[in-house]
């Protein structure tokens, strides 16, 4: 019940139009595609778009058919006359009382926090006050290779030998599919972008001191066996402009005052309510 409450006041709040692409339909009754973003967006807390892409697809399907199942049987429901029956009558009052509150109540904070305003000096003073919470650390976007032994090491570095550019790049991602037996091995050994100090020293010492575009010319030991190193990019340490993080600011301060405000709010209405 309380999931279907939090989906019908959003459902509200937000406005939704089912003008969506229809992925299939069910004794007559659409499916669209914004229904399953809007399930998978609630399953994942708003971080479906972090899932790695292979598990993306398979989210989707688990998702389409749990929205069918809820079709067949609401439908099955209506033709056995369950929302005629008293039960049903019962709790759909009950969620409904809750539904009008809880809506009610985010309507009104809703207001409140659109009422608060954070003038331009606040906004630079904060900036100002706060500029190392802006500055970014160096990072590289690297790919490994990792192996057992130090000679399978030195045999993968020999097939790189003499490559180049992208020549170089895809050679090293379908060695690291083959023989990488980390976890990034399937992604061709992709590690994305890290700063210093996130890897084990040994590796983060080699990785920080390359060239982009190069590998490791000699296998780099760590507790986890030998590594290939690619250096795919690199991007200086550096501080985001007030442009930037501008709106950035402008939540955090506003939410900041929202709760003062908020209870400045409720301690003037607990004085004038009966509470017993």
Request: aromatic share 8%; no cysteine; glycine share 6%.
């Amino acid at each position: 019940m309380k999931r279907v409450t939090k989906f019908l006041t959003v459902l509200l709040l937000s406005g939704i139009v089912a003008s969506a692409q229809t992925l299939v339909t069910v004794n007559g009754k659409p499916i669209t595609q914004e229904e399953v973003d809007q399930e998978l967006m609630q399953a994942t807390q708003g971080r479906f778009n972090q899932v790695p892409p292979d598990r993306q697809a398979v989210f989707r399907q688990q998702v389409l058919q749990q929205l069918i199942g809820k079709e067949l049987i609401y439908d099955d429901a209506k033709k056995k006359g369950i929302l005629n029956s008293a039960d049903y009558k019962k709790e759909y009052k009950k969620l409904e009382e809750r539904m009008k509150k809880e809506l009610a109540i985010q309507v009104w904070q809703k207001k409140v926090l659109d009422g608060i305003k954070i003038s331009q000096k606040e906004l630079k003073d904060y900036y100002k006050k706060n500029i190392d919470e802006f500055k970014e650390k160096e990072t590289v976007h690297a790919r490994h290779i990792l192996v057992k032994t130090e000679d399978e090491a030195k045999k993968i570095i020999n097939e790189l030998k003499g490559l180049k550019g992208d020549a170089l790049k895809a050679k090293f991602i379908e060695l690291a599919k083959k023989h990488s037996t980390g976890p990034s091995g399937p992604n061709g050994g992709d590690l994305g972008y890290f700063a210093k100090g996130q890897m084990v020293p040994a590796f983060n010492d080699k990785v920080f001191s390359m060239k982009k575009g190069t590998i490791t010319t000699k296998p780099v030991k760590t507790q986890f066996g030998y590594h290939i190193i690619y250096l795919e990019d690199k991007k200086p340490s550096m501080t985001r402009s007030f442009d930037e993080v501008k709106a950035y600011i402008e939540q955090r301060l506003k939410m900041e005052k929202f709760k003062s405000v908020m209870k400045k709010k409720m301690d003037a209405l607990q004085k004038k309510a009966t509470i017993k």
